[in-house]
Each structure stands twice: as C-alpha cells, then as structure tokens.
C-alpha cells in the first residue's frame, strides 16, 4: 500500500497537478529554507546551519539565472564559483542549461506561501542490479526557496 500511495505521489508530482507555471512566477531572487527528499512518501527535511541556507538561485526574465552554493559550518563559510546559466520552462518543470546542456531540471511546485519547491525530475526509474545505487539514483529530492524582496 505505501508503494502505490508513494508512487501515486511521484506521478502527481512529476505532472504538476496540472499546474501551469509561468515565468514571472518564477522570476526573482529565491532563497533556501528547507530542503531534503522522500522517503517512503514522507518529507526528510535535512539539517541545515546558515552557511548552507545562504544557498540561492536569482533568475531573471532575460532567461538568466545565477546559482549560488555555500557550503561549510556556521562561521566558516565557503561559497563556490556561482553557475550561470539559461532558464526555460518545460511543461511543470524548470531547466537550468548552457547549449544543449541541462545542468539542472525540477519540478516546480508553487505555494501558497511566496515559496517554489524545487522536486528532483526523473525522466524514468533508474533499476540497477545494485539495489543500494538503484534506491539513491531514484530518490526525489526537493528545495524549498523563498522568494526574496
């Protein structure tokens, strides 16, 4: 039964619940607040200290969208080069790509209140021999992103 219900849950998410995404819902600069994945159909939030929820995306109704990640402990915080990249919509989900290179594709939900949530987008279940490899390729990861004003 929790198979069917998790697996209920990725088909509706992987469509969006029907959800039209536009871009100036998505235009703006997003701040993390929550992120983790699901397991079992339940959300595991990971534990986060400021450096990581420093971690941002800025996207801009030019196409661009800059990714910045910060990584370390509080008070020793590292950010890295941040990635530029181009932005489009494809149905429900968001790709971050340079050429024909998707750095990055989400799933795109949007909240009630003023956050996106960033959800792992897979194209098909990844099935290995290696079941340990198979459940990690398979996870579906999410972000939760405040917009900033």
Known sequence: MKKILFSSFIL????????????????????LKDAGFYEDGKKISKD????????????WGNSYAIYNYT?????NC???????????????????YIDDYIHQ???VKINADNT?????????????????????????SYQILEKQN
Do not use: H, M
Request: aromatic share 14%; hydrophobic share 35%.
């Open 116 to 140: 996106i949530t960033f959800e792992t987008y897979l194209k098909e279940k990844v099935v290995d021999k290696d079941k340990f490899f198979e459940k990690i390729a398979n996870t579906i």
């Open 71 to 75: 990584e370390g402990s509080d008070g």
């Open 105 to 107: 594709e989400e799933v």
């Open 48 to 59: 986060f200290d400021n450096c990581r929820l420093l971690r941002n995306f800025t996207i």
């Open 78 to 96: 590292i950010p890295t080069e941040p990635r530029l990249t181009y932005w489009r919509i494809v149905e429900n989900r968001i790709q971050f």
């Open 12 to 31: 509706l998410s992987s469509i969006g619940f029907g959800q039209q995404l536009k871009p100036e819902q998505l235009v703006g600069f997003w701040k």
